[in-house]
């Protein structure tokens, strides 16, 4: 049990016996009246946002999840499935992905997430590289200071196709390489 001043952003704590991570911390108040935590938090479950205050002195259980490496073998409506290195299948829901949905591709290595034995959620390499699938060309005179515009990129299932933000040297059928993190372009490869 940790108390509520020692939790940080990205923890997973459980409330009211959910599984909860810590998106956003604000602090309020002052060593005499005593302080408060808002946290921004979601549901692993359920993904359901939650805003939630808590007294400094409030105890949480921290929970550590199990990881494990996996890759993407297809898309089985609703369900998107995962193979690990034993040929072991795992299912996890659209709505639990988030952004991974946008970078997903046949054969892609990422990690599974696991809660309770159960797959709730894949985490992706910090860096993946795409092949951009439609950009439009770079206009001439339009040079002045840092100007992006934006490019699709190629992933596994069209629906979900993903624009990202490149300098204007960047053309259709150039691979590039994207912070996943923070889904911004960081190069050409």
Not at 37 to 66: A, C, H, I
Not at 70 to 81: E, G, I, K, N, R
Request: proline share 4%; aromatic share 10%; charged share 30%.
């Amino acid at each position: 049990m940790k108390p509520a001043k020692e939790i940080r952003v990205g923890n997973i704590i459980m409330v009211d016996s959910k599984p909860m991570i810590v998106l956003r911390s604000d602090v309020n108040g002052s060593s005499r009246t005593g302080f408060t935590y808002k946290w921004k938090m979601k549901n692993l479950l359920t993904n359901s946002p939650q805003e939630n205050v808590f007294r400094g002195d409030d105890k949480f259980d921290v929970v550590v999840l199990d990881k494990k490496p996996v890759t993407y073998s297809y898309f089985a409506d609703p369900l998107f499935v995962f193979m690990d290195a034993d040929y072991e299948q795992y299912e996890i829901e659209e709505e639990n992905l988030g952004d991974a949905l946008h970078y997903l591709k046949d054969g892609m290595e990422c990690e599974a997430v696991f809660y309770d034995g159960k797959a709730i959620s894949v985490e992706l390499p910090t860096t993946i590289q795409r092949q951009v699938v439609y950009s439009e060309p770079a206009v001439k005179g339009n040079t002045s200071g840092n100007v992006l515009k934006e490019a699709k990129i190629e992933n596994a299932i069209e629906a979900n196709q993903h624009i990202v933000m490149v300098p204007l040297f960047v053309s259709s059928d150039d691979v590039i390489e994207i912070d996943t993190r923070t889904n911004e372009f960081k190069k050409r490869a």
